[in-house]
Structure formats: structure tokens, C-alpha cells
């Protein structure tokens, strides 16, 4: 399958992650990262997807203003969702990711350039991407820019002949602002323009049957337009309260030209126990509607010039609940380890399909009026980081 296949629970498993990250993260001086090696191990598992691997950061400084990094990223897919057990069976397949990235600090400013490649059995993806940060005020105040450029080859197993491709461009502006001592506000935006195959080429529509209208056809394939943009604006608020904890919250708001528009609502807990141990807790709730030319069941053939079936371009909301325990230890006795830090995190996630229905259930249903489809899903991620 084609990892467009896959993009909403990347979504949800990537924001998940950046969520913790940024927690301690809305404003920082401007310093190189501590050299370090960071191990994790992801897991996503529910409706009917297990996707799992290990990930390997090794960032090394070179000289006081230059740190260069690389990343190896694994996703290993069994899926059997209901998009695959309605038209097909389920497979199993595996994405590697490699990244090469380095960072320049420059008085106040740091300047931050990467290039990222993914692959699997039929998607190619390379990406590059520039960044510069830039500290105002004593460091009171912090600007980010970015830009990231990406070019993407569509294939499909087992048909050679079939090659597309697809071109991503995506542009970033940040804020952040220490408000008083105890508080700091953030404010993002962000652009992001698509060109070229945008939909999944194995996934297929359903329309009524012309000669029988208690029945359905499931093999029209997606057709989606060949442009696209999206906007998001998010603002966030992280709050250190007196006793050793801080707290955080979010909102996002993101609109595209397909005619998708979604908010995400955020609140996060951290409390340090004691210098060694944290407790860390969140919950999130996400709520878009549905593109303009999506649609569970077609009256007929053809019905549209763009047809999408795709549950992620449907009407839907989630919710997520989460926590996790950090253990960390500064200036340690281990040779040339100055400091480690070791996580356990685990989300739970809910989704509801406002207009998107289970055509695998089981019973007799005639077409349009099976259940709506949900499921939920357990996102678990262990990490070591040793800065040395």
C-alpha cells in the first residue's frame, strides 16, 4: 500500500511525539543541542494496523558553532484496516527514513539544514528542508522561519508501467515570547502547497449498482485534484507553576483548499516528582469536517469529476488521552555520559466517523445504511537519550 495510505495515524503517532517534545520547547536560548544519541521504539496498534520500529538519532557538535546529526526511522506495517479488508487482504510492508541534518549557531541566530529520505515496496519520498531561528530582546523574544521542499514518486506493486509523482512545498513562521518569569506564549503558522497524484492509487469508491440498487460496486478508483493548500495557525500557552510542574495547552486551526477544516484542542501536565522522575499526562481532541468532494456511497459511476472515499477526508473526531514517566539523570558516574534521560509514554486514541461506514460489518445492510465506523488505538514510545 501506499504510505498515502497511511498518513492520518502517521498524524496522530507524529503529534503525539511533538506534543511531549514541545512542552519544553516553546522558547529556547540560542545554543547548539547537546551532542547525544537518542533510541526510541514506537508503536502504533489499532483499527486493524499494527506499524512499529525503532528510531536512532546521533547528533555530534563540530567546533563550538557547527552540530551535525543523522537519523535512521523504521516503520514496520501489518494492516489489516477496513479500507484494506474491503477491497483486498492484508499485507505487510516496511518504511526506512534516513535523515542528515546540520545546525550553525551564529551570535543569535541558528541555522538549521536537512535532507530526509523515505522509502518502501512503492513510495519514494526526499525531502529538504531550511530553518533559521533568530533570538530579540535578550532572548525575550524568538522568530523561526522555515522552508521544506519535498518530491515524492508513486508507484504501485506489482505494475511496473505505473509511475507518479507529487510535489510538496511547505513554509513556516514561529513566535515566541516569555511573557514574565513563570510563562511563555508561541504562535505558528503555517503553509503547505501539494502538486501532482495526491490520492492513494490502490484505494477504490463505492457507488450503487446500476442493476441491482440494494447492492454497491466498490472498484472506482480515487481521483483527487492535483493541487492543494493548507493553512494552519496554532498558539500555545506553557505555564511553570510554583511546585515543580508546568502546564500547557493548545489550539490549532487548519483549513485547506479541498474545503477541510479542523480544530485541535490541547491541555498537558507535568510534574516532577524529584530531580530524577516525572510524571507527564495530556489530553487532546481533534474534530475536522469533510472535503468537498468526498463521499461514503456515489449515486452512480462517475457521479463526480473528483471522488474520494478515504475515511481521512471524511467527517470525524478524536480524542486522545495520554501519560508517561520520564527518568532522568544528570552528571552521571557512566564514562562519558554527562547525562541520561529514559521514557515510557503510551497514548490512547478514539476515533468517530461522522460520514464513513463499515462495509465490513457483519449483517444485512443495504447500501449507505451500515454503521458509522470507529475504532481506537494504543500509540506506545520508549526512548533512551544519553548526552555526552
Do not use: C
Not at 167 to 193: A, C, H, I, P, W
Not at 263 to 273: G, N, W
Not at 366 to 385: C, H, K, M, N, W
Amino acid at each position: 500500500m501506499a504510505a498515502t495510505d497511511r498518513t492520518g495515524l502517521f498524524f496522530a503517532l507524529v503529534t503525539g511525539l511533538v506534543g511531549w517534545l514541545l512542552l519544553g520547547q516553546l522558547a529556547t536560548a540560542a545554543t547548539l543541542p547537546q551532542d547525544n544519541v537518542d533510541i526510541l521504539y514506537h508503536r502504533y496498534e489499532g483499527g486493524g494496523m499494527v506499524i512499529d520500529g525503532p528510531s536512532v538519532l546521533v547528533r555530534k557538535s563540530a567546533g563550538p558553532q557547527v552540530s551535525v546529526s543523522g537519523q535512521y526511522y523504521v516503520d514496520m506495517v501489518s494492516a489489516a484496516s477496513v479500507d484494506v479488508l474491503a477491497t483486498a487482504s492484508e499485507y505487510t510492508e516496511e518504511r526506512t527514513e534516513y535523515t542528515l541534518g546540520v545546525d550553525y549557531l551564529y551570535e543569535d541566530a541558528i541555522l538549521s539544514l536537512g535532507y530526509t529520505n523515505s522509502s518502501e515496496n512503492d513510495y519514494e519520498a526526499n525531502t529538504v528542508y531550511f530553518s533559521t531561528s533568530q533570538e530579540f530582546f535578550g532572548g525575550m523574544s524568538t522568530v523561526t522561519l522555515g522552508y521544506a521542499r519535498g518530491w515524492d514518486d508513486v508507484g504501485v506493486v506489482g505494475n511496473d508501467s505505473f509511475n507518479e509523482e507529487a510535489k510538496r512545498q511547505n513554509y513556516q513562521l514561529g513566535l515566541s515570547q516569555v511573557v514574565t518569569r513563570n510563562s511563555l506564549l508561541g504562535l505558528d503558522l503555517e503553509v503547505v502547497t501539494d502538486e501532482g497524484f495526491l490520492q492513494n492509487p490502490y484505494r477504490r469508491n463505492r457507488y450503487i449498482d446500476p442493476n441491482d440498487p440494494t447492492n454497491f460496486i466498490l472498484d472506482q478508483p480515487e481521483r483527487y485534484p492535483d493541487t492543494r493548500t493548507s493553512f494552519s495557525v496554532a498558539t500555545r500557552a506553557l505555564y511553570y507553576l510554583p511546585y515543580r510542574a508546568s502546564i500547557r495547552g493548545e489550539f490549532r486551526y487548519f483549513s485547506d483548499s479541498w474545503g477541510i477544516d479542523a480544530q485541535t484542542y490541547e491541555l498537558a501536565y507535568v510534574h516532577a516528582l524529584n530531580p530524577r522522575w516525572t510524571l507527564e499526562g495530556r489530553a487532546r481532541y481533534y474534530v475536522q469536517d469533510e472535503a468537498d468532494f468526498y463521499s461514503d456511497l456515489y449515486a452512480f459511476e462517475n457521479s463526480q469529476t473528483h471522488l474520494a472515499r478515504d475515511k481521512e477526508m471524511s467527517a470525524f473526531s478524536g480524542t486522545t488521552l495520554g501519560g508517561g514517566v520520564v527518568y532522568e539523570w544528570k552528571q552521571t558516574s557512566l564514562p562519558g555520559i554527562q547525562r541520561l534521560q529514559a521514557s515510557l509514554l503510551v497514548d490512547w486514541l478514539d476515533f468517530s466517523y461522522d460520514n464513513f461506514r463499515d462495509v465490513t460489518a457483519s449483517g444485512e445492510f443495504l447500501p449507505g445504511q451500515e454503521p458509522l465506523y470507529s475504532f481506537d488505538a494504543f500509540v506506545t514510545r520508549a526512548s533512551l537519550i544519553l548526552e555526552y
